[in-house]
């Protein structure tokens, strides 16, 4: 199966194929290697992963679509993305939506439907932990609609205002 | 089980002339197929890029299995028809893997005449349908067609079989078959043509590009007055959030089938029909060596045995009864691991070989083991003891067990395929799951010269009627017109021009396209009815 | 002598579970508010007694006075610990306290309303001729402050009137953009203390964050238990803290606390209290604020001293004298403490919210972990991202550096994005260790901060374990079936 993993920022494809007891592993188009993953009989929970020679002992937790992995002395988060969700992303960004950076809760909402806005102009202040972050309009446009009402809270991605589709040029 | 002992000379004067025409043959075939695939006017590409389109290859890259194999149908259908400008008949077909799952993949290509549906297109459509019935595999329809190619409406629009109506009904048995049905509209799906998405189990559609309705929007001006966009009378939006037409509505193309893929990966992966299977194995001989073993001219003869070296699991090979009827070849082999019962002609079919063959067919379809018939003939053996002897009996016994098989039948043209034997070895009208020609193929109710001298005697006769004679050359000239026409219609690429065939495939991948000829006729269940072999 | 037979905690997470540890130890009954999202806390976990409190936001619910004083009626609670944070510095509860006989565990409200409010405490100290940057504060005249503000020069500190901790902060390092700046503090301000009032000061380049612990009872007696350094910070978050601050003269060290002790003896004050100061790289140094509360660094100090400030302060509230002269009071060793934060270093250091899946920290000698979470916990963003301080004590600095890091390497907390990693590349730099530090320090080594980058093999195993751990990768379902997976990448 092959899927995108989000790892510091970087996109990778990653494959992965064969059997249980002989597993192969390709990033890109790469060479597939041999891969294997071990769990420990240890006190400490510790993964060995191995890629053809290279091996080493890590400690993971997974939910959902992220993993949690610490090794090489740091930890490293891996987002494992969903294709559809991949592609969406891919298509619906296309300055239509206005997202959220991080969690938080909506302080102050400045646009409403049918506005009509300039690139810049400030749609919408949030606050994240004492921090106050202000949404501005990503192009010229008019909004279609602004999904949070103050007071309420939303994750970090979470679409915060759409604006009407542009026709492309 | 003991492996076949190959005869071949790799060094001889033979092998090496035979190599040099068959692999001038594989270099015209794979630029034919290049061409039919790739070759396209700039301003139809152009056009696509405008409308934000991808290719149809690109999209079916996309939609497949990282790192699997794509096994395409008929690429060369109407090669030789309508001048070539449809090719391919302007629709991609084949087997491929999505999401772990064996599917059919039937996708418009819409930088051919807008997709436009030409009576071989409808044919091929039709003939996908059916591939999909009598292998019960689910099928993804990635639509973007322009409508019906009016100016040949009557030769696509009204038959029982080949036509356009034929694609519908085929999709509805499919349903109450259980076989399900995806499909992604990129692009317009028009007139009839709009009941291939409705008709599916899913139906995702792109917005802004896609669009499904039976009148578009010029047809439904001349008819109403009414002005109306494409999106707006039946587009994504429309159809997935008011008409309840199609399922999803998607921004990209890209988006479309990672849903697409997502919906095949919700579907159960069927139980294969239990047959015998053992650890599949490589040929022992290299298959590349076929192409020093197919002789340069087809009444040339050559042992079928060494084709079979050259495809089956470690060129290992039970054959049955070697000593009766020779002419045909028995035996039982394994392809990837399958077990299978393989048939295939060494020349002209006697009654005994007949006989044989018969006997063997019915231990495989008691046995429950697939058949390959592999096909070099000029058909059965004619004359006064022959017929005496009950040839036309013994081959009418062979025929009505090979057409009454309930196990499934694959068929390769090797070379020769001609009159009865056709019949006989399981050719087009005998139902073969999968039936693939070699470059090399020819294919008619007779021998080409036999058929031209015969042509020939004819016309010189009618002609002789109306008070001409002619002279030696004239004749030479007739003589040289009907062999010329007759080596063209009997030609490998006639028959897959005309889909007698589905698609013409390099002889060393011959393995591999039984390989996945049989994986997909193990998804439908077959039952046997018990029998005693009678021994014919 | 006032007493106190029930001690209710206006507050939550760590420092709630640090106050009750000392009740505990005293055997003073103790009485936990909490809202429903803090109800799997482990101070919620540890209290006797609950109750629940409820509020549009979290955050506003232990802001509710009424609800607070309820809960103490209830539950005949005679004092409130407010912790630091939320009602720990509003003069308004304390006052209201006051009204119910309740004994508010801290100064007294006209003593927070001095130092509280900045431009009164700076008046204050000018007043007194006790060092301080110059400054300019707001009047009716929005232009007449700008101008002023002006007049002191780049660079420039724009700072909320009401209350501290970074929030309503911004540095002016080019004058165009100080409008800009005061509007973005003044909304900081408004939202955090309720109070957009703001004012304006020069601000020192590479100054150290030098405070004094202040302890005062109700009799006249002051002591000072050291200082401490919080010069390691980032957007004005303090992120270490240590006692003593390395390398400062003890002269200066001395007069810094002295100065620190006269602000507070004149300024009356009672109970805990922080002076904090800014040292300038010529060694002049200048009040920044006073915080009329405990603080969250307060554990070095108790690390070196051997003495616990929450334990004294509940006695000044009892109205005991305090248990030791000036001379009594000494400092042992090193200590250094790290807070941990649920941040993403990579993302700009972005709040981050998550299940914690692993949450395992450092047990040992000299290692003091006051702690707001356990495993399992979710970390939202309803409040401030810190998840634990990990308080180290050493035999000297160098010491306490290497079972810091130590400790650091025995963490780990997966399911929430932390500070971890920078924490450990801040205290394995070789300027910290050689207590170089200011508090530029940050900014000015960023780039050494950041990350090892990992190495291409390094970055494939950690792809194909989390691969191999997920469901989508493996699942037998979506293999490739034979003879495909055979065949391979083939076309026809």
Known sequence: MRRRIDIENQQYEVTVFGRPEERFFQVADGAPKPVSLSLEENE????????????????????????????????????????????????????????????????????????????GQPMMTIESMKILTVISAPRDGEVLQVHFEPGKTFDKNAVLVTLVEKEEL | MRRIQSNIDTQSLTFRTNETFNRNLLADLRESNRKARFDRPERDITRLRRQKKQLVRERIDLLLDHGTPFMELSTLAANMAYDGTVPGAGIVSGVGIVNGREVLIMANDSSIKGGAWYPLTTKKMVRTTDIAIENHLPIVYLVDAAGAFLPMQSELFADRHHHAGRIFRNQCVLSSKGVKQVALV?????????????????????????????????????????DVSADDLGGADVHSSISGTADYAVDSEQEGIALVREIVGIFEKPAKAAVDRREPEEPYYDPDELYGIIPDDVKKQFDMREVIARIVDGSRFHEFKPDYGPTVICGFAYIYGWKVGIIGNNGVIFSDSAQKATQFMQ??????????????????????????????????????????????????????????????????????????????????????????????????????????????????????????????????????????????????????????????????EFSETPHGILRI | MTTITKILIANRGEIACRILRTLDRMGIPGVLVYHAIDADSPAVKMASETIKIDGQTPVAAYLDMEQIIAACKKTQADAVHPGFGFLAENPEFARRLELENITFIGPLPETMELMGNKIKARSFCLENDFPLAPSVTESDSEEDFIRLAKSIGVPLLIKAAAGGGGKGMHIVRDIDRLEEAMHLAKGEALRSFGDDTIYAERYVEQPRHIEVQILADHHGNVVHLGERECSIQRRFQKIIEESPAPMLAPDLRNLICETALSIAMKAGYHNAGTVEFILAPDNNFYFLEMNTRIQVEHPVTEMVTGLDIVELQIRIARDETLPMRQDEITSKGHSIEMRLYAEDPENDFMPAIGQLLTYQLPEGEDIRVDNGFTERMNVTSAFDPMLAKLVIHGMDRKDAVKRAICALEKSLVLGVTTNIDFLKQILSHPVFSKGQIDTGFITRHAEDLLPTPLTEEQRNLLLAAAALSHRDFIDPDFNVPQPYATIGNWRN
């Open chain 1, 44 to 119: 400490n929970d510790a993964h060995t992963i191995q890629i053809g020679n290279n091996r080493t002992q890590i400690r993971m937790a997974a939910k959902g679509e992220m993993v949690y992995a610490s090794a090489f002395g740091r930890t490293v988060s891996l987002c494992i993305v969903d294709p559809v969700e991949q592609a969406a992303q891919a298509s619906g960004g296309r300055g239509n939506k206005a997202r959220s950076p991080m969690p938080g809760t909506v302080v102050e909402v400045n646009v409403t439907a049918g506005d009509h806005i300039k690139k």
């Open chain 2, 363 to 524: 231990t495989c379809n008691r046995d429950r083991i697939p058949i390959i018939f592999l096909q070099n003939t000029t058909g059965f053996m004619v004359g006064k003891d022959y017929e005496h002897g009950g040839i036309t009996k013994d081959g009418a016994k062979m025929l009505m067990v090979q057409t009454n098989l309930d196990v499934p039948k694959l068929t390769i043209m090797t070379n020769g395929s001609f009159g009865a034997g056709n019949y006989a070895m399981c050719g087009r009208a005998y139902d073969a799951r999968f039936l693939f020609s070699w470059p090399n193929s020819q294919i008619s109710v007779m021998g080409m010269e036999q058929a031209a001298k015969t042509l020939t005697q004819i016309r010189l006769k009618a002609l002789e009627r109306q008070g001409k004679t002619l002279s030696e050359e004239e004749e030479r000239n007739i003589y040289a017109s009907i062999t010329q026409d007759y080596i063209e219609k009997s030609s490998a690429y006639y028959s897959t021009s005309e889909l007698w065939d589905d698609g013409i495939i390099e002889p060393a991948d011959t393995r591999k396209v039984l390989g996945i000829s049989l994986s997909v006729a193990l998804n439908r």
């Open chain 2, 186 to 226: 990129l692009g317009h799906s028009t007139a009839g043509g709009a009941y291939v998405p409705t008709l599916c189990d899913y139906s995702v559609m792109v917005r802004k590009t896609g669009g499904v309705f039976l009148g578009g929007p010029p047809l439904v001006k001349a008819a109403t007055g009414e």
